[in-house]
């Protein structure tokens, strides 16, 4: 049985940072495509950053330089590191996994994963 349990939301002025952590439980990382989300008040789930079976990564343009996802096989944990904190990245941030990787089009489309947390608050204030 899959679970995701993501933690290490919070509160935090522009220009902090963060670390939320994804603890997955039932999956291997060598097997399935992970990826972070997000979603503020009133607007859709976007997607955040992504990481393959095989370690390549991608991010969103709105994170790129300032937001860095990492693994740690041996604690099964996915991780996404946040700098330079914006008040436009206050949202829930949940983290997904999928069996079926997608292609690279769709690596932020909300339908590609199976598998999701339940969701960690990240509210940056200005």
């Known amino acids: 049985q899959v679970q995701l349990v993501e933690s290490g939301g919070g509160s935090v002025q522009a220009g902090g940072s963060l670390r939320l952590s994804c603890e997955a439980s039932?999956?291997?990382?060598?097997?399935?495509?992970m990826g972070w989300f997000r979603q503020a008040p009133e607007k859709e789930r976007e997607g955040v950053a992504n990481?393959?079976?095989?370690?390549?990564?991608r991010y969103a343009d709105s994170v790129k330089g300032r937001f860095t996802i990492s693994q740690d096989s041996a604690k099964n944990t996915l991780y996404l590191q946040m700098n330079s904190l914006k008040p436009e990245d206050t949202a829930m941030y949940y983290c997904?996994?999928?069996?079926?990787?997608?292609?690279?089009?769709?690596?932020?489309?909300?339908?590609?994963?199976?598998?999701w947390g339940q969701g960690t608050q990240v509210t940056v204030s200005s």
């Open positions: 997904a996994a999928t069996r079926w990787c997608p292609r690279s089009t769709l690596i932020f489309r909300e339908s590609a994963y199976t598998y």
């Open positions: 039932g999956i291997t990382f060598n097997r399935y495509c």
């Open positions: 990481i393959d079976k095989n370690g390549s990564i």
